[in-house]
């Protein structure tokens, strides 16, 4: 006989108002979401839209600012309607590894600007040790070093992250699933249900993801440097730190009934409303620092023509056309095209599981050469013929110092 989750059966959803005011506490956190306003997040996008001078770079930015109004707005709809929370949470957080994978592109994209051009880079530069624990696993004589080529390394990073995009795509309508039939029990730990095997298989692949993501930022970091990357790093990193581990946290304190209802707080303010207006305080944050971490005036003629100055470019021939359409209509349908990211999980499954035989011969360490043959991106075009330019000189030509 099936294992059957009855855990929720006992929720309360009618408590006494809080003390002083007129709401109960379950109203009073609605008021807060329905307030809560996504201003910053979609100001911020609508600037980029409208100044969308650089596409391969601004897409991905307004993809990653997107996740804020996304936590946002489905917070306060799982907030509202306690019994669907579950079919909510589960859509947002699928969002949260589309931003990571954003993040990932757009760093890519500033080393330089095509994927051909991407691996050439990759082909001549040498790949660093593995940040701590490889390093540690090392010293106890434990193998794992750093691959002898750095397209090598390029890729397993790009397969660090996308497994994590695939994961939580497929994680998310086997969630759907077992919890329509009542076989994922949020409330419950025990391994009979889905939601403990969901979980644990989550913190694996997206632990690979974030340490990944941390080697390609702590290895590039010089590279990098002109276009501030300490901040877009953090940024990310903390808005799905915090809000992937404070949700199983939370889990694990009312299975313990560390936390526990009153009659202020039922077992729904609980377990859905507590995350929740977290959520809600750390957004506010999360936008007020986006708004330093991918500001729109870099994609200005002005912050355009500071960057090149910054990489010793000459700025006479600098192209600053915007390409996002009337009132930044195109912008926005670029943003929400995911095709680049099913060409992406493509070129990582290729690369991971045919020719890995001969991975190791000459053409993966000649820079003349492609190692996946553009699968999934046709041929170099003339611009990747130019030789390895910065990413910002995607538009319009250029003369060098």
Known sequence: ?????????????????????????????????????????????????????RPD?????????????????????????????????????CYEAFALGSFFFLMTYLIAPTLHEQK??????????????????????????????????????????????????ISTFIT????????????SWSPKFAHVWITVILIIMISIALYVLVAFYTAL?????????????????????????????????????????????????????????LVSVEMVGFAIMHLYSYPWRDYTPDGLSDRYKRMGLATKDLDVARKGGWFGWKAWLDAFNPWDFIKATARGVRWLFVGVKKRHQESIYSPDKDDDNNIGYGPPDSDDKQGLLPSHTRSGSMSHR
């Open 1 to 53: 006989m099936p294992a059957f989750c009855n855990t929720t059966e006992g929720h309360i959803y009618h408590t006494e108002p809080l003390p002083g005011i007129p709401f109960t506490a379950h109203q009073l956190g609605f008021i807060v979401l329905s307030v809560f306003t996504t201003g910053i997040a979609l100001y911020l996008m609508q600037q980029h839209a409208l100044h969308y001078s």
């Open 221 to 277: 970091k010089d590279e990098l440097d002109p276009y501030k990357p300490f901040l877009k790093f953090l940024s990310i990193k903390l808005v799905i730190f915090f809000i992937f581990w404070q949700s199983i946290l939370i889990s694990l304190l009312m299975s313990r009934e560390i936390l526990r209802p009153n009659k202020y707080f039922s077992e729904a303010d609980m377990s859905t409303g507590l995350n929740a207006l």
């Open 120 to 169: 050439q880079f990759f082909r001549r530069w040498e790949p660093k040790p593995w940040p701590w624990p490889a390093n540690w696993l090392i010293k106890i004589k434990i193998p794992f070093p750093a691959p002898r080529s750095g397209l090598t390394w390029f890729n397993i990073v790009w397969i660090g992250v996308f497994q994590y995009c695939a994961i939580r795509v």
């Open 176 to 187: 759907l699933a077992t919890q329509w039939y009542n076989l994922y029990c949020e409330d």
């Open 57 to 93: 770079e601004q897409r991905h930015i307004i993809r990653i600012v997107l996740m804020l109004p996304v936590y946002a707005i489905i917070t306060t709809f799982a907030y509202g309607y306690y019994y669907w929370a579950i079919y909510f949470e589960v859509i947002r957080d």
